[in-house]
T-cell receptor, first 115, second 116 residues
């Protein structure tokens, strides 16, 4: 079955420290992977995506993600966290389901960056 | 470039009442999506339009939910009658096309619905 898992409900990190938000996926065929961020009372904002090529994808606001095919993972990373990065982060995979091309989201991980 | 617009931003209704949400996608985007995001969960697709035609409505509760995209631009999602479990954020998204897996979807701010 096509699915996305975000194993951590919440990640806590001190400002200035590196952060990682984990995502694993299960999909038949080539994975097309996305990260979105959601601030309070806002819609989802696109951060980055992996389609093919370099396993390290760079995105908005200094975020990057590493695609690992053998571990079926697509973890989101940032070298130095900011308090303003505190938000809800969603991993998603584009997959064919029932003959349709759907975007399947994980349950989300809340990132809290402390001063 | 203007983003996806949605209105209203918030709506409170009583169960069994009806409600409608409006979405205006990014100019030139052929594909429009409506998602339901229940608190603590990721968004789930309700319906997808390609221009003014429905591509996928397999997850839409058709006994109470309906949607249309007349003229292939704006879209309206309606719930009639509403149930308590419909309380959620309704997100509209658009993309240039759906035919390619790598196409990015861009989301509006959402409408937060509370059914009492």
């Amino acid at each position: 079955a096509q699915s996305v898992a975000q194993p951590e409900d919440q990640v806590n990190v001190a400002e200035g420290n590196p952060l990682t938000v984990k995502c694993t996926y299960s999909v038949s065929g080539n994975p097309y992977l996305f990260w979105y961020v959601q601030y309070p009372n806002r819609g989802l904002q696109f951060l980055l995506k992996y389609i093919t090529g370099d396993n390290l994808v760079k995105g908005s606001y200094g975020f990057e993600a590493e695609f690992n095919k053998s571990q079926t993972s697509f973890h989101l990373k940032k070298p130095s966290a900011l308090v303003s990065d505190s938000a809800l982060y969603f991993c998603a995979v584009r997959a064919p389901i029932g003959g349709y091309n759907k975007l399947i989201f994980g349950a989300g991980t809340r990132l809290a960056v402390h001063p | 470039e203007a983003g996806v617009a949605q209105s209203p931003r918030y709506k409170i209704i009583e169960k069994r009442q009806s409600v409608a949400f409006w979405c205006n996608p990014i100019s030139g985007h052929a594909t429009l999506y409506w998602y339901q995001q229940i608190l603590g969960q990721g968004p789930k697709l309700l319906i997808q339009f390609q221009n003014n035609g429905v591509v996928d409505d397999s997850q839409l509760p058709k006994d109470r939910f309906s949607a249309e995209r007349l003229k292939g631009v704006d879209s309206t999602l309606k719930i009639q009658p509403a149930k308590l479990e419909d309380s959620a954020v309704y997100l509209c998204a658009s993309s240039l096309a759906n035919s390619r897996y790598q196409e990015t979807q861009y989301f509006g701010p959402g409408t937060r619905l509370l059914v009492l």
